[in-house]
């Protein structure tokens, strides 16, 4: 794609097979292809790492990088502003709670984006804030989808009988982040 003319550069079709094999293939696109709603859909859709070389306005596009953020959430780090969208993250959350290591300070803070992460992807307990990490409701969330994430609850959800059961239920390998007095309960 790189040596095409430019009629190639921009046919929806030649990019779509040329992601299909090469990731970032929109890099080689024609300008006009990079900002093309359509094209740029459909491409981050197969190939979401293409979208560091969409245009500007289509990198904090939420339908866009939606496509491309709900498989590869590490693709926000292209979309500053959406980051802090609480309504794009808590749609995107819900469907790969892994984006919530990319959201804003003050979203990792919202109870409701919180939870919607951790029902997704239990282990994005990490990313919470740490009033969060100590809230039985979220943490309870989080362990009933990976018991591992008992890791980042708060030391008093850790020394927490109902909550370290929901983790074991889940990961019996969790007993080794419950607390020391846990471990001597019978």
């Not at 929109?26 to 990079?34: G, K």
Request: some cysteine; charged content about 25%; aromatic content about 6%.
């Amino acid at each position: 794609l790189q040596y095409a003319c430019e009629e190639l550069q921009t046919d929806q079709e030649v990019l779509l097979a040329a992601s299909a094999k090469t990731p970032g293939a929109l890099r080689h696109a024609s300008e006009h292809a990079r900002c093309d709603h359509e094209i740029v859909l459909a491409v981050v859709s197969q190939d979401p790492e293409s979208l560091e070389f969409a245009s500007e306005d289509l990198r904090n596009n939420p339908d866009i990088v939606f496509a491309a953020a709900r498989t590869k959430a590490w693709v926000l780090r292209y979309s500053p502003q959406l980051v802090a969208d609480s309504s794009f993250m808590q749609r995107l959350v819900s469907r790969n709670g892994r984006a919530l290591r990319y959201a804003s300070a003050h979203l990792r803070a919202d109870r409701a984006i919180v939870l919607a992460a951790v029902a997704d992807y239990g282990l994005a307990l990490e990313c919470a804030s740490a009033e969060l990490r100590d809230d039985v409701e979220v943490v309870t969330t989080a362990v009933n989808a990976s018991g591992r994430a008992l890791q980042f609850a708060s030391p008093r959800l850790r020394n927490n009988r109902d909550v370290v059961i929901a983790a074991l239920m889940e990961a019996p390998t969790a007993l080794r982040f419950a607390s020391p007095q846990l471990h001597e309960d019978p």
